[in-house]
């Protein structure tokens, strides 16, 4: 389930690119680079494919 105004379920409907883009993939997890607010180079982004509060 995906969630309006949520960044992390933004990037995952494909609302919001992250840097780079994906860089790992499976039926439940993304890896990618942050996004602001967190923007920091090399900091990498582990997330569930499911809105978690």
Do not use: F, T
Request: glycine share 10%; with cysteine.
């Amino acid at each position: 389930m995906l969630v309006d105004g949520c960044l992390a379920c933004s990037v995952l409907a494909g609302k919001v690119q992250a840097p780079g883009g994906v860089i790992y993939e499976d039926n439940y997890w993304v890896l990618e680079h942050s996004l602001s607010p967190v923007l920091l180079p090399g900091y990498l982004i582990i997330k569930l494919k499911r809105h978690i509060v």
